[in-house]
């Protein structure tokens, strides 16, 4: 089992990454101390992880809250059912949720712990792989505006995040793949050599070698973890792990949550990003074809051949990375080195968007 | 004008506290620096002041945003409102909303600032009593569940508190002596001295002389703002400004939002609370008599008939400041010196409500 610290402080916390986690009595009783709990999770995951979970903490007050499945979930209406479970079992303020799922219950139920009582003790439990490599780490918790991807939420950082690397291999093809888009994202923003390791031990990872597995989970884990303590409330650095979603978080707008898997979405923008980088003549023709290729190879879309370019960039304009002073975008200078631009020339990327919906 | 600041490290802030400093351009432009603005209030206060604030900020690109007055409002579907006009409005993350109005506005305002975005700033205009000894300060914003009051919310500090005290006195009266519960509150738990004063100005400030206003807003921001400075997230010494708010709360939610005004529950709370420490030999006969005089010199209920104390002590169980050790309550050892108690002796609590709703 590995262990990553994210460090920031009287809220710091640990991250389990391993095969069989959850099955792991000690760990997880030690990592959850509270006497009361109640597990978050959706009618997918119940069916395989649920009833292990509590059995293992058959010793506390447990009550567990089923969801459906599913992005469209996340909003102020699910929050609230989240909520009357707390009020209606008496859930006192020194209670824990737990989070077991994808990214959507992550961030519901983080957000949940966020507010319930101003605030209670959260684990997340992450069992896809984007929230491993992505959305259990950082304390982004929220919900969906129907306008607006994520524009309703907290900074509430998890008490400590297991994440079971088996759970992976249990994926839907398709949602696995999604989370490789966060996976190569990492290297990108940041880190050339793990970048270059992706496409060289592409085959490893897409065979889900349980040593690739968890190699990527880790190191994107300890990628986040370090820019995350060095900039919590996205005021700097944390910026730069927005590539690929300022297009993505406005082509999800404009498709309806669902169409697109959110890693996919990121795909289709980190891809956008790369060609609007090249454009302005940040990033060289032979290195926006090496994007293209590994995005590619890991069976994730690079194009949308049917949006609208003039929507989504409205779209693009309304995304909550922006400030009163413009659009604010993430591009590459190279590959593992992203940087975060306020206002590229909206020319150049009404450009790509064209040139990218024709394609 | 006096200035007290809320010494929170990045989070400090100044309270200005004085009369007609709605009106002074200068020091409004000065503490309100975004770009964009919304202020929130609702159809009481917005006749009143909220021309003339949208005159001071004209430079600004601003909206408003009228809800309807009362304590019905403090819910989750009035936030919803709060956050359409904020992305339909396309608020961006360097906007400030603005609370102008009493507790509930505030509440709501700053629950939202907390909210939208996962946090944007917020300014408190409070222009009730109520609002400006107590819930401006401190940071703690949220709604009500309708099962329980204040259950969810936020810590989220504001950037400044803009305290006019002439607006204290176009409160109808009842809304002022409810405010006055809390100015009692602040002398009780913390400063015999305060205590003392109210006892012999209390015809001053009932006949609103404005030094005597300025003075009790002062003291109790002085006191609360010191409380919150050491313990921001009531871990510790905060849980004293619950004095009288166990039972204060518990009978809010059995008489329905509305019946009983905040501050009045709160001083039935208080008389309930130092009879209860009577009971327990905390505190002396003599001593419980001042409460009781001073609150019901101040025009506040002591007692309410009508309650059912076996209901009332229930919903004291369900208080969001218990723990799962048992009910927390705050009484007082003296005038002056308030108390936090874990699982006081229920047989004596039960006596006292039986004993008041008798009476």
Known sequence: ??????????????????????????????????????????????????????????????????????ESEKTLPTLSRVLDVLVQKKFHRDACLIAL??????DITGFAAACYQRGVEFVQIPTTLL??????????????????????????????VLADTDSIRTLPKRQFYSGLAEVIKHGLILDREFFDWLEDN????LTQDMNALTYIVRKSCEIKADIVAKDELEQGARALLNLGHTFGHALESLKGYGEWLHGEAVAIGINLAAETSRELGMLDAEDCKKIRSLLTQA?????????DSNELFKLMKLDKKNSSSGLRMVLLKNLGKGVVITNPNEKIIKKVLQAQSKS
Chains 1, 2 share one sequence.
Not at 9 to 37: H, W
Not at 202 to 205: A, E, G, K, R
Request: net charge neutral.
């Open 1 to 70: 089992m590995d262990t990553i610290r994210v460090s920031l402080g009287d809220r710091s916390y640990p991250i389990y990454i391993g095969s069989k986690i959850m099955q792991d009595q000690d760990l997880v009783q030690n990592a959850i101390t509270a006497k009361q709990v109640l597990i978050v999770t959706n009618n997918v995951v119940a069916p395989l992880y649920l009833r292990q979970l509590e059995t293992t903490l058959s010793a506390k007050q447990q009550h567990s809250l089923i969801l459906p499945d599913g």
């Open 101 to 106: 799922g994808g990214g959507v219950i992550g």
């Open 131 to 160: 929230a491993q490599v992505d959305s259990s780490v950082g304390g982004k918790t929220g919900v969906n505006h129907p306008e607006a991807k994520n524009m309703i939420g907290a900074f509430h950082q998890p008490n400590c």
């Open 202 to 205: 592409l085959i490893n990872v």
């Open 299 to 307: 069976n994730l879309p690079i194009v949308d051949p049917n949006i």
